[in-house]
Nanobody, 127 residues
C-alpha cells in the first residue's frame, strides 16, 4: 500500500518561510516522479512544483518561480518543498503526489498525471 504523509504546514506572516515534507511509505521513492500541489478554498487543485525520478529535473509553476524549491532525498524516502517570501495568496492545502515512472525530463505538474496522493497540510499566510 502506498502512503504519502505531508507535514510542515502552519500559520506564517507574509514574507515568511515554511518547509513542507512528504514522507513516502510502502514504496521506494527513487522509482517515482513526485509533485507538490495546492488547493485554495473554492478553487481547483493546481500544480506547484514537480520533480523527475532521474536526475531531479523540476517543473515549477509560474507563481512559485524564484520562491519555492522542490527537492527529494531518496535515502529518506522524502520530498520537500521549501517556500520563501510567502504571500496571502499562497494560502491553501498543500498536497504531495506520486507516480511510478522512470522519467528524466521535467515531469508534468498536472493532477491527472499522478496516481497517489497524500491527505494534505494546511498553509495559511497572514497579511
Amino acid at each position: 500500500q502506498v502512503y504519502l504523509t505531508e507535514s510542515g504546514g502552519g500559520l506564517v506572516q507574509a514574507g515568511g518561510s515554511l518547509r513542507l515534507s512528504c514522507v513516502a511509505s510502502g514504496f521506494t521513492l527513487e522509482h517515482y516522479v513526485m509533485g507538490w500541489f495546492r488547493q485554495a478554498a473554492g478553487k481547483k487543485r493546481e500544480g506547484v512544483s514537480c520533480i523527475s525520478s532521474i536526475d531531479d529535473n523540476t517543473n515549477i509553476a509560474g507563481s512559485a518561480k524564484g520562491r519555492f524549491t522542490i527537492t527529494r532525498d531518496n535515502a529518506k524516502n522524502t520530498v520537500y518543498l521549501e517556500m520563501n517570501s510567502l504571500q496571502p495568496e499562497d494560502t491553501a492545502v498543500y498536497y504531495c503526489a506520486a507516480r511510478q515512472v522512470h522519467l528524466r525530463a521535467a515531469p508534468p505538474c498536472e493532477t491527472f498525471y499522478y496516481e497517489h496522493w497524500g491527505q494534505g497540510t494546511q498553509v495559511t499566510v497572514s497579511s
